[in-house]
């Protein structure tokens, strides 16, 4: 494995996380298996959460970074505790089809997934119970987002060609935007009054809530945006997509014609044409994507440099998560496994 050398350090390499995850785990704070400092309270280095029988496609920390929501290909939601031996302590079960997306609410009390079955649906974390099923779409969900503030509005996207904003005091979507294509991925702007699409044509689009309608396209993407994801401070969206390319677009009002600031490649997407998602590091200075390449790619944001590639995954790596407090990366992968990693 390698990692490359931050300033004032050696180039390390090291033996891969398979073999990491064999070292004696009882001292946290002592140097780890290859003499590095350990930088985070997980047990050890390198975890592996295993228990899912088929391909884990969406995984996220919840807002305290004490427990981990995954959905897979089996049509269950595992919730994981970050610490200890990482068990899963919980099983949400009720979609009818894959998870192909999760997120927790702002305040981690709820969870809100998307499945192929059409439909959106709300768990209460606490109790393991769904207490909403949002099904107005007329094909795969493939994406949702709830909002970071203010009321409690979700937004979905859909092979149907369309994206759903759903209030979770109200019964059925409140709104719908109509697109010509198959929506892939949503997401909301940080103060909720618009959000973005991405899907098959390749577009971002920005649709203003009150005006109901797309004020915006962003082009720039040459195949379908598999992923999307609002930077910590709302200025930024950060788009994955199938032409092997990571971009962050300037959200902020008034920025220049050509919003596209940044791209980044190294990443793969190939035949299996998995909905690969990204994220950002909770402090804006790293960006990570899945890749085909079984590989998870981390990178600087200023130098746009590659500063992991990090292996131990058999399979499509489709989503990578940073932890909100600690120097942690999350990774899903089609070979059923979830990986933490300290980095």
Same mark, same amino acid.
């Given at each position: ?15 891969r ?61 595992f919730l994981?505790?970050v610490?200890g031996?990482?068990k ?6 009720g ?8 997120h ?26 769904q207490?909403?099923?949002m099904?107005?779409?007329?094909s ?11 009321p409690?509005? %979700?937004?979905? $996207?859909?092979? +149907?060609?369309?994206? !759903?904003? =759903?209030d979770? /005091?109200?019964?059925? @979507?409140?709104? #719908? ?5 198959q929506?892939t ?9 618009? %959000?973005?699409? $991405?899907?098959? +044509?390749?577009?971002? !689009?920005? =649709?203003?809530? /009150?005006?109901?309608? @797309?004020?915006? #396209?962003?082009?720039g993407?040459?195949d379908?945006i ?10 930024y969206l950060?788009?994955n ?8 677009w300037?959200?902020r009002?008034? @920025?220049?014609q ?22 950002w ?12 390449d ?9 130098s ?15 989503e ?5 407090t600690?120097p ?16």
């Amino acid at each position: 494995m390698e990692i490359m050398p931050r300033e004032n350090e050696n180039a390390l390499s090291g033996p891969r996380p398979m073999e990491w995850s064999t070292v004696p785990h009882n001292a946290p704070q002592g140097p780890g298996p290859i003499g590095k400092n350990r930088t985070s309270s997980l047990e050890a280095p390198i975890m592996l959460l295993s228990g899912h029988p088929s391909a884990v496609y969406t995984m996220k920390f919840n807002p305290a970074g004490t427990l981990i929501a995954s959905g897979s290909h089996d049509r269950e939601i595992f919730l994981w505790r970050v610490h200890g031996d990482c068990k899963n302590f919980m099983v949400l079960k009720g979609h009818k089809n894959a998870i192909l997306d999760l997120h927790w609410t702002s305040d981690g009390s709820q969870i809100v997934s998307a499945s192929p079955d059409k439909t959106v649906r709300a768990w209460d974390v606490e109790t393991g119970k769904q207490i909403k099923k949002m099904a107005e779409h007329s094909s795969f969900v493939n994406s949702c987002c709830p909002t970071r503030r203010g009321p409690p509005l %979700i937004i979905s $996207g859909s092979d +149907d060609g369309t994206a !759903k904003l =759903w209030d979770m /005091r109200q019964r059925g @979507a409140i709104q #719908t935007f109509p697109d010509k294509y198959q929506i892939t991925a949503v997401s909301f702007s940080d103060a909720a009054d618009k %959000i973005f699409t $991405g899907g098959v +044509d390749n577009d971002v !689009k920005v =649709w203003d809530l /009150r005006k109901g309608e @797309a004020t915006m #396209t962003l082009e720039g993407h040459e195949d379908t945006i598999t992923g999307m994801s609002l930077s910590p401070d709302g200025s930024y969206l950060l788009t994955n997509g199938m032409d092997n390319k990571l971009c962050v677009w300037d959200m902020r009002p008034y @920025a220049p014609q050509n919003r596209c600031v940044k791209i980044f490649d190294g990443h793969q997407h190939n035949f299996e044409k998995n909905l690969l998602k990204c994220s950002w590091s909770p402090d804006g200075t790293k960006v990570t994507a899945g890749s085909a390449d079984r590989m998870v790619h981390i990178w600087d944001t200023t130098s746009r440099r590659i500063l992991y590639k990090l292996p131990g995954h058999t399979g499509s790596v489709n989503e990578c998560v940073f932890h909100p407090t600690e120097p942690i990366i999350g990774s899903c992968s089609s070979d059923k496994n979830i990986y933490l990693g300290e980095i």
